[in-house]
Every structure is written in C-alpha cells, then in structure tokens.
C-alpha cells in the first residue's frame, strides 16, 4: 500500500535552512507529482510547492518564492524541499500529498486535489 513519509522538520533560527523530505513505500513515484503543503495552528492547510513528474514542472507560493525549492529523486522516490532564509511565518506542519498528474505543470490552490498525504514533519522557526 503506497505511503508517504514526511522527515527532516525541526527547530531552526529565522535565516536558517532545512531541507525536508518526502519519501514513498509500497509504490515508486514515477507516476505522480507531488506537492508540499503546510498548516500553521489554527490556520488552514496551504500549499507551498509542487513538483511535476519529469520535474521540469514546479509551483510555488509567492510566500517562499527564491528561498524554497523543491526537486525529487526518481530513483529513490523521494520529493525534497529545500528551505532557505527561514522566516517565523514559515512555522507549520509540513505534509507532502501526491495525485496522479502527466502534465508538466501543476497547481497548489486546493489541498482536495492531492491524496495519501503524510503524517507531516513539524518546522519551528524561532530564536
């Protein structure tokens, strides 16, 4: 049975990095893209990246435009995100999602269209 494993969260003072990973058991991501959403207390999940199967592909909010990049290993079926320039606001749960996409384009407006999501890695950004 296909899951998701988010992993790499932790506690970082604001401009540092992280970089998290989404890792899948019981399929290969070949065919799928994925995308990284986030959900701060008492906040609604939003969608931060997403990355097309070829890779060629990739959204982002205009929140974490040139300080996250998202990239991913076929090979290993696994989807990255790198987090720079870490700010406070960026504190979440972070949770990476999949759909079955063979566009090479892909869009984070709405959690629903994305499945099998993770059990999240937490980010805390704070000094």
């Known amino acids: 049975q296909l899951q998701l494993v988010e992993s790499g969260g932790g506690l970082v003072q604001p401009g540092g990095s992280l970089r998290l990973s989404c890792a899948a058991s019981g399929s290969t991501l070949d065919y799928y893209a994925i995308a990284w959403f986030r959900q701060a207390p008492g906040k609604e999940r939003e969608g931060v990246s997403c990355?097309?199967?070829?890779?060629?592909?990739?959204t982002y909010a205009d929140s974490v435009k040139g300080r996250f990049t998202v990239s991913r290993d076929n090979s290993k079926s696994t989807v990255y995100l790198q987090m720079n320039s870490l700010k406070p606001e960026d504190t979440a749960v972070y949770y990476c999602?999949?759909?079955?996409?063979?566009?090479?384009?892909?869009?984070?407006?709405?959690?629903?269209?994305?499945?099998?999501w993770g059990q999240g890695t937490q980010v805390t950004v704070s000094s």
């Open positions: 990355i097309t199967i070829s890779g060629r592909g990739t």
């Open positions: 999602g999949l759909k079955y996409w063979g566009e090479d384009w892909c869009t984070i407006n709405d959690a629903s269209d994305w499945a099998y």
